[in-house]
């Protein structure tokens, strides 16, 4: 893999003994592999601390990275890298979270346009616990990228020595003794209700790995550990999208994940939605043992609805009950409004007036009118605009038939 900074290429590979190696390059890389005399450095990645000029932690890394602000205190800390080298695919500018929330601690780190976007964002929104503050939010902060969760896993710019890197993460050699939750296995994952041990929704993941740890009871999350009980066993399943799963004596069945190859119909789907996406298939069928079916079908998108040219019948029923009817003389399509319950609702709406629904009782249509034909549909004739612009039928009373 292979990055760029400046004038020079960075990356990444192994050798073929398997060996990693960096290299750095003025020009193409797959030139300077045929000829090794192109590559400015060709080296054995090493480990080193990074300079810390804030607060006292360090931490190893093979990168060569720039920690351009750092934030600690009581366990956690909160910092801005950018890394210098950082291989092709890999963005070089993040900010890096280390933190309590409600007694669990919780890892991520955020990718930022700029450096300058990182620091704003830190000092005008502080440090936040939760990766959810930003996905959360309505409007982006200036600069964000994306978020990722580590959970219990290193993230790949902390990559030492010749540690392999699965995606955003640095191989998990720690999670790998768990028989069940092994790396690369698939499982139906069930979703909780906030705040309850039940079923939301279930999702499709690949495991990185399990530890099973014994767990002290505590009377709160930031409470007491009550030695008078016998420690928890708890099971902490990572996932590859830096979520984890943590499963004890007190998890319902039904909350436990399920490994896919349990349920084979949903391999089946899965297999056969790729299709659909890919273009080979535009339906499927997947049969049950039960003799239920799951069908799934593309659907082609329906043509632009609009109404000719002519006079319409309508009947309101308003949000207080009422019901206003009446013709609607001389209606035109037009692109705002292309048919004439789009045309009685921009009215009524202008008029603060809410709607519960429109019935087309009668229609006459113009031989030969006008008809909308979609987005370029032209200029609009300032005649039609001007009916277009003129109430249906009265809608400042509440009679029960305005005809």
Same mark, same amino acid.
């Given at each position: 893999?292979?990055? +760029? /900074?400046g004038?020079?290429?960075y990356?990444?590979?192994?050798?073929a003994?398997?060996?990693?190696? &960096?290299?750095t390059?003025?020009g193409?890389?797959?030139?300077?592999i045929?000829? %090794?005399?192109?590559?400015?450095?060709?080296?054995?990645p090493?480990?080193?601390?990074?300079? #810390?000029e804030?607060g006292?932690?360090g931490?190893y890394?093979?990168?060569d990275?720039?920690? !351009?602000?750092?934030y600690?205190?009581?366990?956690?800390?909160f910092?801005v890298?950018?890394?210098?080298d950082?291989?092709?695919?890999?963005?070089?500018?993040?900010?890096? /979270?280390?933190?309590l929330?409600?007694g669990?601690?919780v =890892?991520y780190?955020?990718?930022?346009?700029? @450096?300058?976007?990182a620091l704003?964002h %830190?000092h005008?929104?502080g440090?936040?616990n939760?990766p959810?503050y930003?996905?959360?939010e309505?409007?982006p902060f200036?600069?964000y990228?994306r978020t @990722?969760? %580590?959970?219990? %896993?290193t993230p790949?710019?902390y990559?030492?020595?010749?540690?392999?890197?699965?995606? =955003?993460f #640095?191989?998990?050699?720690?999670?790998g003794?768990?028989?069940?939750?092994?790396?690369?296995?698939?499982?139906? #994952?069930?979703?909780?209700a906030?705040y309850?041990?039940?079923?939301?929704? @279930?999702?499709v993941k690949?495991?990185?790995?399990?530890?099973?740890?014994?767990v002290? *009871?505590?009377? /709160?999350?930031?409470?007491?550990?009550?030695?008078?009980k016998?420690?928890n066993? !708890?099971?902490? !399943?990572?996932w590859?999208d830096?979520?984890?799963t943590?499963? =004890?004596?007190?998890?319902p069945?039904?909350?436990?994940p399920?490994p896919?190859?349990?349920?084979p119909w949903?391999?089946?789907?899965?297999?056969?939605?790729?299709?659909?996406m890919?273009?080979t298939? +535009?339906?499927?069928t997947?049969n049950?043992?039960?003799?239920g079916?799951?069908v799934?079908?593309?659907?082609?998108?329906?043509e /632009?609805v &609009?109404?000719?040219?002519?006079?319409?019948?309508?009947k #309101?029923?308003l949000?207080?009950? &009422?019901?206003?009817?009446g013709?609607? $003389?001389?209606?035109v399509?037009?692109?705002e409004?292309?048919?004439?319950?789009?045309?009685?609702?921009?009215?009524?709406?202008?008029?603060? *007036?809410?709607?519960?629904?429109?019935?087309?009782?009668?229609?006459k249509?113009?031989?030969?009118g006008?008809?909308w034909k979609?987005l370029? $549909?032209?200029?609009?004739d300032p005649?039609d605009?001007?009916?277009?612009?003129r109430?249906?039928f009265d809608?400042?009373?509440n009679?029960?038939?305005?005809?």
């Amino acid at each position: 893999m292979t990055g +760029l /900074s400046g004038a020079y290429r960075y990356g990444e590979g192994r050798t073929a003994d398997g060996q990693l190696v &960096s290299f750095t390059t003025g020009g193409d890389v797959d030139e300077a592999i045929e000829k %090794l005399g192109a590559f400015k450095s060709l080296r054995i990645p090493t480990s080193k601390e990074m300079t #810390v000029e804030h607060g006292s932690f360090g931490r190893y890394s093979r990168y060569d990275i720039d920690k !351009v602000e750092y934030y600690g205190g009581e366990g956690g800390y909160f910092e801005v890298l950018n890394i210098k080298d950082a291989p092709e695919g890999r963005h070089p500018i993040v900010s890096h /979270s280390h933190g309590l929330s409600y007694g669990e601690w919780v =890892d991520y780190f955020v990718e930022w346009e700029t @450096v300058k976007d990182a620091l704003t964002h %830190l000092h005008d929104h502080g440090t936040p616990n939760l990766p959810s503050y930003f996905t959360e939010e309505k409007e982006p902060f200036k600069g964000y990228m994306r978020t @990722v969760e %580590l959970g219990m %896993l290193t993230p790949w710019f902390y990559a030492t020595g010749d540690a392999e890197t699965v995606g =955003d993460f #640095v191989f998990p050699e720690n999670l790998g003794g768990d028989p069940v939750y092994t790396f690369g296995r698939q499982f139906m #994952v069930p979703i909780s209700a906030a705040y309850k041990n039940e079923v939301a929704h @279930v999702a499709v993941k690949t495991a990185m790995g399990a530890i099973t740890q014994q767990v002290p *009871v505590r009377s /709160s999350p930031y409470g007491y550990t009550d030695n008078t009980k016998p420690a928890n066993i !708890v099971r902490t !399943v990572q996932w590859s999208d830096g979520t984890m799963t943590k499963i =004890d004596a007190n998890t319902p069945a039904s909350m436990v994940p399920r490994p896919i190859e349990q349920a084979p119909w949903v391999v089946d789907v899965v297999s056969q939605v790729q299709k659909v996406m890919a273009g080979t298939a +535009l339906n499927f069928t997947v049969n049950f043992a039960d003799g239920g079916k799951f069908v799934g079908k593309y659907i082609e998108p329906q043509e /632009s609805v &609009s109404n000719a040219e002519g006079d319409y019948n309508a009947k #309101v029923q308003l949000a207080d009950g &009422s019901i206003k009817a009446g013709w609607v $003389y001389g209606f035109v399509p037009t692109p705002e409004t292309p048919t004439v319950t789009a045309y009685i609702e921009k009215h009524y709406k202008e008029q603060g *007036v809410d709607i519960i629904t429109i019935e087309i009782v009668e229609q006459k249509t113009k031989a030969g009118g006008k008809k909308w034909k979609g987005l370029y $549909y032209g200029s609009i004739d300032p005649a039609d605009q001007a009916v277009q612009d003129r109430p249906p039928f009265d809608i400042s009373t509440n009679s029960a038939d305005n005809e």
